[in-house]
């Protein structure tokens, strides 16, 4: 079992930054895939951004040039570094870990940005 603890949501005005952070424990396997998903309200879930235990990273279209994924593997944890936030960032950001034989999710964390 693996379990994910995220934080850094909250409200920021468009055009501000906010840095998501996502702590693994259990039984964390070398070889994974952690990453980034939202939901908007009404909307499906969206892949964000992905990073696998090489450090190769993968990001939606949306976010490019915006948001920075990182990883801390000594710490088990990933991060989100989001800049120029847009109003439509809004949404239910999760946590992912993934192996051959698990997919974990956390329980999310609220980023609002105002316009």
């Known amino acids: 079992q693996v379990q994910l603890v995220e934080s850094g949501g909250g409200l920021v005005q468009a055009g501000g930054s906010l840095r998501l952070s996502c702590a693994a424990s259990?039984?964390?396997?070398?070889?994974?895939?952690m990453g980034w998903y939202r939901q908007a309200p009404g909307k499906q879930r969206e892949l964000v951004a992905i990073i696998i235990s090489g450090s190769s990273t993968n990001y939606a279209d949306s976010v490019k040039g915006r948001f920075t994924i990182s990883r801390d593997n000594a710490k088990n944890t990933v991060y989100l570094q989001m800049n120029s936030l847009k109003p439509e960032d809004t949404a239910v950001y999760y946590c992912?870990?993934?192996?051959?034989?698990?997919?974990?999710w956390g329980q999310g964390t609220l980023v609002t940005v105002s316009s």
């Open positions: 259990g039984s964390i396997f070398s070889s994974n895939v």
């Open positions: 992912n870990y993934k192996t051959k034989a698990l997919d974990a």
